[in-house]
C-alpha cells in the first residue's frame, strides 16, 4: 500500500512539473531580454523566406541560426535559443554591437539583424551593415518573401529633397505611429539590393528599447504578411483561367447530359461517367492546390489590419498616410481568393451531382435488367417444373413397364413348374401393382434425394 501511495505521489509530482513548464513556456516572452540590448541611432536588415514543407524547414532553420551564431562566435550568455526563437548578440572590439534575432512561424521564418554603432555622435545609413567585418554566413532555404532596410534615428525626418536621395521611387509615403513624437517615411520601392527602406524617426524625448522593439516588429509584420497575400496572385490568376475553363466544360456537359440521358443506352452512359470522373478529378486536384496556397489568406489579411490599426497611425505634413499604399494592395485581395476557392467547391459539387444522376439513371437500367432477367429465370424455373413432372410420370411408367416385364418372366416360370396355372392373367394382374410400386419408389427417392440437398446446405 505504501508502495502504491509513493508511485501515486511521484506521478502527482511528475504532472505538476509538467504543468509548471508548461504554463512557464505560454507566459515567457523572449523578446524581453533582447531588448536590454538595443538602442539609437540603429540599422535593421530584415529576412524573411517562406518554408516549402514547414515541419521540416523549421527545424532546418534552427539549425541554421546555430550556424549563424557560430560563425559570428557568439558567446553562450549573450544568446537564447529555444524551437521558434532565438537571438545572439556579438560585441565588436570598438563596442559596437550585431544582434541576429531568429524567429520561425507557421508558413515562414524571418532574421533581425540590428548594427548599434556605439559612440556619441555615431550615425546609421543605409546600405549594407557598418558592423566590423560582418558578412552574412548561409545561404538561408525557402523562397524569399521580402527584404528591408530599416534606419531608427532620434533625429527628425529630413526635407523632402533629401528623402528623394535616401528613398528610390517616385512616391514617398509617411505617417506618425505610435505617439507624436516617432514618425516613419517609406517609399515601398526596392534600391539595388532589392530592399525596401524605411526612415524612422524615434524624437529625443522617448528612448524606451521596448519601443523600438514595437516599431520595428509592427514593420516587418506589415510587411512580410503583406508580401505573403500577394505572392499567391500568379497562381490565383492562372486558377482563375483554369477554373474558368472547366466552368464552360461543365455547362455543355450539362446541356448535352440533360438532353440526352431519357434516351442514351449503357456505352454513352460509360462514357460520361469516365469523362466526368477525369474532369472532376483534375478540379479536386487543383482544388486542393489552391486550398493548401490559399486558405491562410483571411488571416494573414487581418494581421496587416490589426498591425496597422495598432500603429495609431497619424497624418505627417505632406506624405501620404504608409496605410493607403498598404491597404491598396491588400484589399480584396483574400475576398478575391475565397471566392475562387467558393468557386471551385461548387464546380466539384456540380461534377458530383451530375455524376450521382447518371450513376443513378445506370442503377435504374441494371434494375430494369435484373427484373427481365428475373422473369425470364421464373418462366425458366416453371418449364422446368413442368418438365420434371412430366419426366416422372414418364418414370413411373418405366418403372412399371420393366417391373411388369420381370415380374411376366417369374410368373412363366413357375407355370413351368406348375405353381401357376395361367401366367398371362397373373401378368395382367400384377400391372397394377408394378404402377403402384413405381409410384412408391420415385416417392420415396425424391423424398431422399431433398432430404440429403437440406441436410448439405448448411454444412456448405
Request: charged share 20%.
Amino acid at each position: 500500500m505504501r508502495v502504491i501511495c509513493e508511485d501515486t505521489v511521484e506521478q502527482s509530482d511528475d504532472k505538476k512539473a509538467g504543468t509548471d513548464e508548461l504554463l512557464r513556456k505560454l507566459h515567457e516572452r523572449p523578446q524581453i531580454p533582447l531588448t536590454e540590448w538595443l538602442r539609437v541611432p540603429a540599422h535593421i536588415h530584415y529576412k524573411a523566406f517562406r518554408m516549402a514543407d514547414p515541419p521540416t524547414d523549421r527545424p532546418a532553420s534552427r539549425e541554421e541560426f546555430r550556424r549563424i551564431v557560430e560563425s559570428f562566435q557568439m558567446a553562450p550568455n549573450h544568446t537564447v535559443l529555444r524551437d521558434t526563437f532565438g537571438y545572439g548578440v556579438k560585441v565588436a572590439v570598438n563596442g559596437d554591437r550585431l544582434i541576429v534575432v531568429w524567429q520561425a512561424h507557421t508558413e515562414y521564418y524571418s532574421y533581425q539583424l540590428w548594427h548599434l554603432p556605439v559612440g556619441a555622435g555615431a550615425t546609421v545609413s543605409f546600405g549594407p551593415l557598418a558592423f566590423p567585418d560582418y558578412r552574412f554566413p548561409v545561404a538561408p532555404l525557402g523562397l524569399e518573401v521580402c527584404r528591408l532596410d530599416i534606419v531608427l534615428r532620434a533625429e527628425a525626418i529630413p526635407l523632402r529633397d533629401e528623402l528623394h536621395a535616401l528613398l528610390p521611387g517616385p512616391v514617398i509615403y509617411g505617417s506618425k505611429i505610435f505617439d507624436e513624437n516617432t514618425s516613419l517615411v517609406t517609399s515601398f520601392t526596392p534600391d539595388e539590393q532589392r530592399r525596401e527602406r524605411y526612415l524612422v524617426s524615434v524624437g529625443s524625448g522617448r528612448m524606451e528599447a521596448s519601443h523600438f522593439k514595437d516599431i520595428v516588429d509592427a514593420i516587418v509584420r506589415i510587411e512580410t504578411y503583406y508580401h505573403l497575400l500577394l505572392m499567391q496572385k500568379p497562381l490565383f490568376s492562372a486558377a482563375i483561367d483554369s477554373v474558368h475553363k472547366f466552368e464552360q466544360v461543365h455547362m455543355q456537359q450539362r446541356e448535352i447530359i440533360t438532353g440526352h440521358i431519357g434516351h442514351a443506352d449503357s456505352l454513352t452512359l460509360q462514357r460520361w461517367l469516365n469523362s466526368l470522373t477525369q474532369d472532376l478529378l483534375k478540379t479536386n486536384r487543383l482544388a486542393g492546390r489552391l486550398h493548401f496556397e490559399l486558405s491562410a489568406s483571411l488571416p494573414y489579411d487581418k494581421i496587416v489590419h490589426a498591425t496597422l490599426a495598432s500603429l495609431a497611425e497619424r497624418p505627417l505634413v505632406s506624405y501620404r498616410p504608409v496605410s493607403d499604399y498598404v491597404l491598396s494592395g491588400v484589399t480584396g485581395v483574400a475576398e478575391g481568393y475565397q471566392q475562387l476557392l467558393k468557386r471551385m467547391e461548387t464546380l466539384g459539387q456540380g461534377f458530383e451531382g451530375i455524376i450521382s444522376i447518371i450513376r443513378a439513371r445506370v442503377d435504374l437500367m441494371l434494375e430494369a435488367q435484373n427484373l427481365a432477367l428475373l422473369t425470364s429465370v421464373d418462366k425458366t424455373t416453371k418449364s422446368q417444373a413442368i418438365l420434371q413432372h412430366t419426366v416422372e410420370g414418364l418414370s413411373v411408367i418405366v418403372i412399371a413397364y420393366y417391373l411388369s416385364g420381370l415380374a411376366g418372366y417369374f410368373f412363366k416360370g413357375f407355370h413351368e413348374l406348375g405353381w401357376l396355372h395361367n401366367p398371362n392373367v397373373a401378368s395382367a394382374v400384377f400391372v397394377p401393382i408394378a404402377i403402384a410400386l413405381a409410384f412408391l419408389i420415385t416417392t420415396l427417392s425424391r423424398k431422399y434425394l431433398h432430404r440429403k440437398l437440406s441436410n448439405e446446405k448448411p454444412q456448405a
